[in-house]
T-cell receptor
């Protein structure tokens, strides 16, 4: 069974450009999460989808970030326009249900560098 | 609100020595606690979790953690370190709406 897959693994873009990150969750997982780790700091929650609906987007830093999950399968996270402080590793995770003891499975992350 | 504090951004041990990675949490509700590990060039992998029941939790690769409510701690231990344990370790508590609240991570270095 395939795990959570993220594309690309690395991305280097210039300030002001647009970047789109993609996450393919484990098949059948309705819950999809985005997290971000800025260099040396903690991994922070960005948002949570249940199927195609945003359950919680309290962690989204500002309106330059747009997450979508059309059809309730894969998700994209677009940053437009990118700023230097957006650099970091973006993780995606998925889980089968919302029970509190349910494990969330993480992808390898996308390392974004804005120069 | 929930929060996690991991003491020590780097911990160095010799191969065969005890591994102790510290985690303290703050939670307004009974906590669900997790340890994740990130090996180089890989994603986060669940090591172990505490939900309810037994306070000593055993995980993969010989790791275990003990939930101590009185100390608000969930320290991760392994009796004997192996070179393959070198990685970054993250403690996390379940926050609202199923999201995880992570600590800043501890990088474990294992020397021969």
């Amino acid at each position: 069974e395939a795990g959570v897959t993220q594309f690309p693994s690395h991305s280097v873009i210039e300030k002001g450009q647009t970047v789109t990150l993609r996450c393919d969750p484990i098949s059948g997982h309705d819950n999809l999460y985005w997290y971000r780790r800025v260099m040396g700091k903690e991994i922070k929650f960005l948002l949570h989808f249940v199927k195609e609906s945003k359950q919680d987007e309290s962690g989204m830093p500002n309106n330059r970030f747009l997450a979508e999950r059309t059809g309730g399968t894969y998700s994209t996270l677009k940053v437009q326009p990118a700023e230097l402080e957006d650099s970091g590793v973006y993780f995606c995770a998925s889980s089968q249900d919302q029970k509190e003891n349910t494990e969330a499975f993480f992808g390898q992350g996308t390392r974004l560098t804005v120069v | 609100a929930q929060s996690v504090t991991q003491l020590g951004s780097h911990v160095s041990v010799s191969e065969g020595a005890l591994v102790l990675l510290r985690c303290n949490y703050s939670s307004s509700v009974p906590p669900y606690l997790f340890w994740y590990v990130q090996y180089p060039n890989q994603g986060l992998q669940l090591l172990l979790k505490y939900t309810t029941g037994a306070t000593l939790v055993k995980g993969i690769n010989g790791f275990e953690a003990e939930f101590k409510k009185s100390e608000t701690s969930f320290h991760l231990t392994k009796p004997s370190a192996h070179m393959s344990d070198a990685a970054e370790y993250f403690c996390a508590v379940r926050g609202g709406f199923q999201k995880l609240v992570f600590g800043t991570g501890t990088r474990l270095l294992v020397s021969p």
